[in-house]
C-alpha cells in the first residue's frame, strides 16, 4: 500500500521561502497513472489546492498561488517537493502531499500532514 | 473558481443514527465529486469518488448520490469511528475547490 510522507522546516520567516518535500513508498511515483499534488490547511479557511504535478514533469497551480508556487519531483528518489516564496502569515497551514488517480480524479492516498509556521 | 457549500456545517447525531450531508456547487459539475473523511490530527481518507462511487475498502454504510450541482453524502447506521469532518471536493474545473465541511459529532 502507498504510503505518503512529508518532510520540511516547520518554521519559516516572513518573506523566505517554504520548502518541502513528499516522500513516496510502496509504489513508484514514475508510473503513469497518477498525479501528485499538494494542499494545504489554514485555521478557519477550507483546504486549498496548491498545485500538481506529473511523472513528466508537467505541473498545474491554483492561479492564487502561481507566481509564488513551484513543484517539482525526482522519481530517483520517489519524491516530489514543494516551494513557496515570499511567505507571509497568511501562509501558515498544514500542508499535505496526496496522490489522485488519474483514472477516478481523486486523492486517493495522502500524507499525514505537515505544519509549517510563517513567523519570525 | 467554482464555490462549494455544504450543510449543515455541524451535526449532531448518535451512534447507529442516519445522517445526509449536502454539498452544492456554484455551477455544473457533473458527477466530478469526492467525498472525504478527516479525523482530528489526521490525514483525509477518499470516502466516495465520482459522486456515487465508494473507493476501495470503505464500508457500505457510506453512500454518496446526486448530479449537476446537487449531492449528498448518506451514512446509515453511524458507528463511533464515523465522528469526523467531512469535506466534498469538486474535480471538474481547475482550481480544484473544497467544501467548508461538516463536523458531526456527537
Known amino acids: 500500500q502507498v504510503q505518503l510522507q512529508e518532510s520540511g522546516p516547520g518554521l519559516v520567516k516572513p518573506s523566505e521561502t517554504l520548502s518541502l518535500t513528499c516522500t513516496v513508498s510502496g509504489g513508484s511515483i514514475s508510473g503513469g497513472f497518477f498525479f501528485w499534488n499538494w494542499v494545504r490547511k489554514s485555521a478557519g479557511k477550507e483546504l486549498e489546492w496548491i498545485g500538481r504535478?506529473?511523472?513528466?514533469?508537467?505541473?498545474n497551480y491554483n492561479p492564487s498561488l502561481k507566481s509564488r508556487v513551484s513543484i517539482s519531483i525526482d522519481t530517483s528518489k520517489n519524491q516530489f517537493s514543494l516551494t513557496l516564496n515570499s511567505v507571509t502569515a497568511a501562509d501558515t497551514a498544514i500542508y499535505y502531499c496526496?496522490?489522485?488517480?488519474?483514472?477516478?480524479?481523486?486523492?486517493?492516498?495522502w500524507g499525514q500532514g505537515a505544519l509549517v509556521t510563517v513567523s519570525s | 473558481d467554482i464555490q462549494l457549500t455544504q450543510s449543515p456545517s455541524f451535526l449532531s447525531a448518535s451512534v447507529g443514527d442516519r445522517i445526509t450531508i449536502t454539498c452544492r456547487a456554484s455551477q455544473g459539475i457533473s458527477s466530478y465529486l469526492a467525498w472525504y473523511q478527516q479525523r482530528p490530527g489526521r490525514a483525509p481518507r477518499l470516502l466516495i469518488y465520482?459522486?456515487?462511487t465508494l473507493h476501495s475498502g470503505v464500508p457500505s454504510r457510506f453512500s454518496g448520490s446526486g448530479s449537476g450541482a446537487a449531492f449528498t453524502l448518506t451514512i446509515t447506521s453511524l458507528q463511533p469511528e464515523d465522528f469526523a469532518t467531512y469535506y466534498c471536493q469538486q474535480v471538474h474545473t481547475y482550481p480544484v475547490t473544497f467544501g467548508p465541511g461538516t463536523r458531526v459529532d456527537v
Open positions: 496526496a496522490r489522485e488517480a488519474v483514472s477516478a480524479a481523486a486523492y486517493d492516498s
Open positions: 504535478i506529473f511523472a513528466s514533469g508537467d505541473t
Open positions: 465520482e459522486a456515487s
